[in-house]
Structure formats: C-alpha cells, structure tokens
C-alpha cells in the first residue's frame, strides 16, 4: 500500500529553524516532493529529490534517504509569512501519480 | 514553470444540478492531467489521471459516473460534478506535469459549495 507520514502540526518562532519530517512506504519511487500551501490556495513547489543527499534552495533545503524512506524539509530564518501548511508528496506508478501526505501545519510565532 | 488555469475560481450550486470545472493548461501541451480534491484541514487526494484522448484513470472509491472526466485537446481537461450533494463540496484541484515528470504544476483550485 502506500503511507506518506509527516506531523499533523508544528510550531517554531520567528527567526528559527525547523524541520519537518516525512516517512514513505509506497509503490515505486520516482521522486519526492515538497510543496508549500497556504489556506485556500493550491500548493507550491518548494523541492524536489530523487536522488540521496540535500538539496538546498535558498533559505529551504530538502534531504531524502531512499534506503530509509525518509526526507526531512528544513527551513532557515523563519518569517511569518511561512505560516502554511507543508506537503510531503511522492512520486509512484506508471503515470507518476503525486501521492501526498496529509500535510504539517506549520505556525511560526514572534 | 508552466501555467494552469482553472475555471470558475469558486461557485455555489443546488443539490441535484451539474457543475463544469475546466483546467487549461496556458503555455504547455499536456497529455496527462491530474484531478485533486481536498477537504478542510485536509491534504489533497488524486481522483483521477486524465489522459488527452483517451478514458481517464479513476482512484480507487472514486465513482467515475459521478466525477466526468473529458481531456479532448492538448489542453484543456474538464472534470463534471454530476447531481452534486452538500458532501461534494470541497476545494478540488488540477494539476500538469512535464515532460521529465520531476515537477507538477497546480492550478488555483476550484472551490465547489453545494446547498
């Protein structure tokens, strides 16, 4: 079956870092993602990893373990403005079909 | 990236009626479109893969003579709410992929309330 795992919510103050975790089980592995949605709107791209190692973009970088199954979204320098939800999606199946987890509320305080 | 558009942005319909949202795909020929929907507080759950020309692939529970899925040109991709009821409404989603398929852009969604 497919399992996408990533916390339901999470807070952090203004300025700091956090990371945001993500497990997978799914069938077939073509690539994971990080999206960015604020309420109301449609996701974001944030990043993409298909292969093992950090992927740094500015003040967000993302990290994937294939072996482990885990990816982890880490976010420097926090600004409110990154008070959103965090979307783990992995890409599986004939058509790449997007499997999303159920997303990580991220609060960020002043 | 490329661009996605969805019409309408949000409507509010009568139980029992039919709602049309189209996704059009502005700047990129897409022979596959994905279909998303999403509850409050909830993340996004593919319904279906729309394939230009051909049937479209449903999810599992996913009914596909309630959710009508036509993908008749390059780039257009309509998905149709039949005999909508109050627990179809919810935010729902298009999405176009790449060529490489490392990245999928999102239409603005599709806000759908039904009375």
């Known amino acids: 079956g497919q399992n996408i795992d990533q916390p339901t919510e999470m807070t952090a103050t203004e300025g700091a870092i956090v990371q945001i975790n993500c497990t997978y089980q799914?069938?077939?592995?073509?690539?994971l993602f990080w999206y960015q949605q604020h309420a109301g709107e449609a996701p974001t791209f944030l990043s993409y990893?298909?292969?093992?190692g950090l992927e740094e973009k500015g003040r967000f970088s993302s990290f994937l373990s294939r072996s482990k199954g885990y990816s982890y979204l880490l976010l420097k320098e926090l600004q409110m403005k990154d008070s959103a939800s965090y979307l783990c999606?992995?890409?599986?199946?004939?058509?790449?079909?997007?499997?999303f987890g159920a997303g990580t509320r991220l609060a960020v305080h002043p | 990236g490329a661009v996605v558009s969805q019409h309408p942005s949000w409507v509010i319909c009568k139980s029992g009626t039919s709602v049309k949202i189209e996704c059009r795909s502005l700047?990129?020929?897409?022979?596959?479109m994905f279909w998303y929907r999403q509850f409050p507080k909830q993340s996004l759950m593919l319904m279906a893969t729309?394939?230009?020309?051909?049937?479209?692939?449903?999810e599992q529970g996913v009914e596909k003579d309630k959710f009508l899925i036509n993908h008749a040109s390059l780039t257009l991709s309509t998905l149709t709410v039949t005999s909508a009821h109050p627990e179809d409404s919810s935010f729902y989603i298009c999405?176009?992929?790449?060529?490489?398929?490392?990245?999928?852009?999102f239409g603005p969604g599709t806000r759908l309330t039904v009375l």
């Open positions: 999606a992995v890409y599986s199946g004939g058509y790449n079909k997007l499997i």
């Open positions: 729309s394939n230009e020309g051909s049937k479209a692939t449903y």
């Open positions: 700047d990129f020929q897409a022979t596959t």
């Open positions: 999405s176009e992929t790449n060529s490489d398929h490392n990245e999928q852009f």
């Open positions: 799914t069938s077939g592995f073509n690539g």
């Open positions: 990893n298909v292969l093992d």
